[in-house]
Structure formats: C-alpha cells, structure tokens
C-alpha cells in the first residue's frame, strides 16, 4: 500500500510538471545482429540526458518505482532464449525508505535478448514500459515500441535502426542497412528491406582463403630455390644425428619448424598493426603511388631472379644470429631457424614481397594469414622429413634446375608488376597502357619463358641444356599456349581467364567484339555526360560517371537507378564485368531497365575547386573524384569494399539489400529482377 501511496506522489508531481514543458529525457534505439545461422541477438539501447536515470529490471518487490519492462509480442516465426540480460555498468541509489538499494542506469541503459529464428526470417516486435526519474522528480512510466525484421544470411552483419524518440504512440523501427532506413511513405506500407548485402557469399571468409592458398603457394616455390633447397637434407641430418636420439631429433626439428613460422607470422602482425589493417587496405590498394611502388619492387624482383644482382641482409645480422644459436636449448634452435630466414633472404625476399604485394588488394588480416601460410609451407619439409628420414633419400639433387625455377619466376613477377603499372596507369589516365599494350606486353613475356623453359635461351649463370626433361617440357607447353591464348583478345576477345588482371575492355582502341557480341548501347538518345570523354563502360553500356547526373537522369527517363561502385585497380571488378555483367540476361536488363552510374573509387581526376569539399563523415579533404565517390559509399552505405552494386527509387532508397562480388548470374539476375519489381510498385 505504501508503495502506491508514493507512486501516486510521483505521478501527479511528474504531470504537474509535464504541464508546463514536454520533457522527453530518454531516446531509444533497436538493433539486430545475427550470431550464428538461426540466432539473432536484440539489442535495445536507451540513451539518457543528464541528470537522469531509469531502472533495471530487476527490483525488490518493495521499491517505490517501477522497474523497466520488456516484453517480446509471441510469434511462431521466433522463440526466445533465456532472459534479457543488461549489458550496461550499473549504478545503486536508495529508495525513499533510505535502507532499499535500486539499481538503475545513468547515460545509456542497454538490454539485449537473444532469439531464435524457426524459419528463415522473422518480424520480432515488442515494447518497453519505463520509468525515468532525477534527483527531484520521476516522470509517468512510458512505452517504447519496436518492430525489427530478421533475416538469415551467411555473413551477418549489424543491422543498426536509428535512434528512435519515445511517445505515447508506438514507435517502429525497421531493420536496415548501413543507416540507410526505407521508404515508408510508399502506400504506407512497413516494407522492409533485409539488413546486408544480399547473396549467400562471404567475402571475408573467401578473401583469407585465396590469401591463404596465395602465401602458401609462394612458400613451395620457394622451397625449390637454392637457398633454401639445399638446407633441407642439412638441416633435417643434423637433427637425426646429433640429438642423441630419434624422439629428440623430431622434437628439435619441430622446434625448428614452430620457429620459422612464429618468425614469419609476426612479420605479418607488424605490417597488420602499422599500415596495413583495416580501412588502409582498401586505400593502399587504390592509392597511385603505392601501386607505382610495388610495380618497382616487382621490377627489381625479377632483375634480381635473373642473376644480376642478389637481394641480402647486412652480414652483421647473420654472424650475430649463428652466435646466438650455439647456445643450445630451444633459444639456440629458435636463432637456427632465424639464421635459415637471413641466409635465404635473397631467394625469399621476393615471393615474401609478392605474396604481401598481392595480400594487401584483399583483407585487413592478409598479412597474418599470409604469412602463416607461406611459413607453414616453407617450414612444412623439416618437420614431414624428421618424422621420415629415409624419404631425403627421394629428393632430387641440387642443380642448375633451381635457376631455371628463378629465371621462370623472374618472367612471372615482371608479368604481375605491369598489373601494378596498370593501376597507376588507369586511375591518373595516363593512357600509355592500355589493354592492347598490356595484352602484347604479357604476349611477349609468356612467349619468351616457354623459349627459355625450352632452352634456347640462356644466361650468363645458367647451365647448358643437353636435353629437355619432360617437367621442362610440359611448364614450356603452358607458357606457350597461355600467350597464344592471349592473341585474340588484341582484337577484342574477352579473355575471362584473366579479365581480372588486365585493363578494363573499354580502354582497346581496337575491338572488334564491340558491336559485334554486345550490340550498341541504350536506345535512349545519346547525350554528353560528365567524364565521358575519360570513362567507358564495357559491353556497350551507356553509363554516367557522375551520380548527381545519374539521379536526375533516372527520374527523367522513369527507370530505376543502378549504382557501381568500382574502382581501376579492383580485380574483383573486372571479374564482375567480364563474367557476369556480360551475360546476355543480365546485359539487356542493365541496358533497357536502369539508369547505369558507374563510380570510380579510386580515380585520381581533380574536382574543380567549387566541387571541393571537407566530408562531414571522415573530416578528410576532398579533391578529386575518387574521393568524392569513396565519400559517398562510405557515408551512405557505411561501406569501402568494391564492386558494390546499389539499386535506388528516384527517392534515393534502396529497391532490394545492396549486393557484392559473387558470379552467380542467376543470383544477379534475380537481384535487377526484384529491384524492378520493386520500382515498379512504388511508382
């Protein structure tokens, strides 16, 4: 009774003061992210001003004010697991009676409550009654309503609603993407778009696999160069032989080999924690004079892999590590391992920069993951050969084999360093090579190793070729046939197999499957656009380069807007392009059915001083286009990874979930299909 007594106080003393002023000292927000296939965890976050505090849930039955109540409305689409649990530190006042301990939360309150889908999506709905108080006055208990949609996807991301005002009326709040809330005004209808991008593809998971196979690759050949090749029945002897016993000798060979890795692995760590982490992998990859960096590293590489000049470490570095590794014990094999990474250095040296090289274009782990891979190959034999002596005795003998394996690869990184040129190339618009240039250029390289693999040329450092060893042969084959391969593309063939590597098709001069395979652009009448005296679209696309242009052009023509964020150096891109985007299903819907807007991230044309900017998001500078584009990906859709493909209404909101890289066409198809149908709806 006494309780009430002291409610009652505190509502009339509260309404008295909500007379004079509307007082609303707690804002609400919901979120949804997924944790697993079916589980998803409710987050719901109440931001309190000053002064203020609201209640747990959790008070003694005593307490003069009410505790904070959430409620999940039933539903056989859900079911809930365990209880709301309060994620925020909380704070204890006493009651009115100076003796009852309250437990209530100051600033931000947070409650989350995990659910469990029963299908594949489900709309969770809810409320939450409150009571906020200060140090003179509590305010009548109010209702926050909620309303998110979940939806299973492989790799889940947050899905963040707002804040949402508390009223008397229900609030409702629709899981989207990136902040990027949907249109409710359409038939007043709660459509909801699924939170992340569509299509059952993990980018993420997939990028450190192909990082993983990329590192772990360069590792085995470089177990066949001469540095490296020759200390492996050395190195696995001395371990049988001199540690007294065979369970020993394996034990100090797998010592060895944990050394060369945990060496390797926290090479990667340095580079992930200075420079290559996070959002600078995708700026590193994009950025002119990184790109012109790496394709002078990758010439260098390959001067030094045809002899003519080797890539050391000051020989101070090597005689301290031998010194250290006397010592004996773990310590001593560990500076063993180490003295094996300085040794080989000169044969190392170059797929170790490779791999990074190639790493950086992918993930913000690439480094870790790079490295353990590559470690894990190289340090792979001493341990496998510990274990089984007597296979040493299958090795081939050391010889004048392994310099063909470093002339063969010195052609390769001079292949991959015009990549990197290309970057810089098409991003400044430099115009010096363009894909018939590239595509020659790659022509002559791969034309002249399968010479080389064949004997008839030779170097100063090489052996004589008396005959041709069948392995030799068939590397000749392949070399030979992956140039011929490339022939046809000089007059506009699509090379798919390597469309990810060379310059965009747009940049032949000379392409007779032009009009040919593709047909002509858009119907529509031909207008000047802004850059398109610099950008072309593959496949006879007409696109727009600039997205203000592409808007109005949208709602000018009455079609639906499709957004590419792209950028010159992205290889994903390009596979897009050539793979999917060429697709005679795909090709017609983007022709006759959207307005194109093809936005390089990465472009380096200078904005007129009057179109310069400081970005509200990043606080950065922004001069030129690509900065201009990467601002608007970012700060609209909370994204930096390319391609990234946005459908919008004439009212700039999202037709369907923006999608990424995946070559599934039918999936693609599907994607313009429903975002059609979805314009069509609204219109």
Known sequence: MLKKIFLLIFLLFGTRQLSAQILNPVKWSSEAKQINSNEFEIILTAKIDKGWHIF????????????????????????????????????????????????????MGVFKQVIILTGESATVTGSVTYMCCDDHQCLPPNDYTFKLSCTKILNPLSIDTGALVPSNNN??????VNNIAPDTSVDKKEETISATISDDHDLKGKGLLQIFLIGFG???????????????????????????????????????????????????????????????VNEFAS????????FLLFVVFAISFFGVFEITLPTSWINKSEQLSDKGGWFGIFFMAFTLVLVSFSCTAPFVGSALALITQGHAMGPIVGMFAFSLALALPFGLFAFFPQMLQSLPKSGGWMNVVKVTFAFVELALALKFLSNVDLAYHWKLLDREIFLSLWIVIFTLTGIYLLGFIRFSHDSEVNYLSVPRLFFAIIMLSFAMYMVPGLWGAPLKAISAFAPPMATQDFDLSRNLFYGTANSSPVVSKKYDQTFHCPHGIDCYFDYDEALQAAKEQNKPLFIDFTGWSCVNCRKMEASVWAQPEVLKLM????????LYVDDKTDLPESEQYTSAYSGKKIKTLGNKVSDLQASKYNSNSQPYYVLLDHKEQLLQSPRGYNEDVNAYVTFLQKGLEEFNKRK
């Open 56 to 107: 747990s849930q959790t008070l003694p039955e005593t307490a003069t004010p009410i505790p904070t109540e959430i409620v999940f409305d039933a539903s056989p689409a859900y079911k809930l697991k365990g209880k709301t649990t309060e994620l925020s530190t909380p704070h204890f006042m006493k009651d009115v009676d100076e003796v009852t301990q309250l437990k209530m939360y100051e600033g």
């Open 171 to 176: 609030d409702t709040a629709s899981a989207t």
């Open 218 to 280: 360069a590792g085995l050949i470089s177990l066949i160069t001469p540095c490296v090749y020759s200390m492996i029945p050395l190195t696995v002897t001395f371990f049988t032989k001199q540690s007294g016993t065979k369970a020993k000798g394996i034990t100090n060979a797998l010592i060895y080999s944990f050394s060369i890795i945990a060496i390797f692995v926290l090479l990667g760590f340095i580079l992930y924690v200075f420079g290559i982490s996070g959002d600078s």
């Open 287 to 294: 950025n002119g004079i990184f790109n012109f960096a790496l």
């Open 591 to 598: 022709k006759e059915q959207y307005i194109v807007a093809s």
